[in-house]
Antibody, heavy 118, light 112 residues
Framework: QVQLKESGPGLVQPSQTLSLTCTVSGFSLTSYNVHWVRQPPGKGLEWMGR???????SYNSALKSRLSISRDTSKNQVFLKMNSLQTDDTGTYYCTRVVRKSYYFDYWGQGVMVTVSS | DVLMTQTPVSLPVSLGGQVSISCRSSQSLVHSDGNTYLHWYLQKPGQSPQLLIYRVSNRFSGVPDRFSGSGSGTDFTLKISRVEPEDLGVYYC?????????FGAGTKLELK
């Protein structure tokens, strides 16, 4: 069945770089798009960016200068790297799947909580 | 960016009752391909969001027919009839017509 699972450090120091991995199963990264969405504690959802089935990427302009998304199709993994972290980057980070040309997130990972603190 | 305005912020309901949630966008959500990419999600406490309605009015697999979506252009509504305990949580609308994708701020459905 379709599964996505985020992994990464729970604690990152301010000004450091966040590295997260989304490991997927039940579908191929060369046929589906994977997006990243984050949620500060007690707040709403923010779209961060996407990795398309063909390897192209798109980013939220608010984060573009700090954000990079890549993948390893042989390992069924999508990676998120974001630098210059600040305390307001604290939150839960989700990876989610999009069927091509559907434009909606149908399956989500469980999320990984990231705290930015010294 | 497209601003998604959801109302109300909080929505008290009695079990078995009916409620409506509004989502308005700052610009038309009609895509150049003719489709309208407005979707609805429910996030239960401690869980990831789950898809309820896609492209305005289509129920996702397994979603009961108590949930219905309607609207066009910039004005959209989610209706929930015969509310059950498992319907409680925060509802979000999402637009994916324009980049960046943007969510509404959420509507918390809670018991009266």
């Amino acid at each position: 069945q379709v599964q996505l699972k985020e992994s990464g450090p729970g604690l990152v120091q301010p000004s450091q770089t966040l590295s997260l991995t989304c490991t997927v199963s039940g579908f191929s990264l060369t046929s589906y798009n994977v997006h990243w969405v984050r949620q500060p504690p007690g707040k709403g959802l923010e779209w961060m960016g996407r990795m398309r089935y063909n390897g192209d990427t798109s980013y939220n302009s608010a984060l573009k200068s700090r954000l990079s998304i890549s993948r390893d199709t042989s390992k069924n993994q999508v990676f998120l790297k974001m630098n210059s972290l600040q305390t307001d980057d604290t939150g839960t980070y989700y990876c989610t799947r999009v069927v091509r040309k559907s434009y909606y997130f149908d399956y989500w990972g469980q999320g990984v909580m990231v705290t930015v603190s010294s | 960016d497209v601003l998604m305005t959801q109302t109300p912020v909080s929505l008290p309901v009695s079990l078995g009752g009916q409620v409506s949630i509004s989502c308005r966008s700052s610009q038309s959500l009609v895509h150049s391909d003719g489709n309208t990419y407005l979707h609805w999600y429910l996030q239960k406490p401690g869980q990831s969001p789950q898809l309820l309605i896609y492209r305005v009015s289509n129920r996702f697999s397994g979603v009961p027919d108590r949930f219905s979506g309607s609207g066009s252009g910039t004005d959209f509504t989610l209706k929930i009839s015969r509310v059950e305990p498992e319907d409680l949580g925060v509802y979000y609308c999402l637009q994916s017509t324009h980049f960046p994708y943007t969510f509404g701020a959420g509507t918390k459905l809670e018991l009266k």
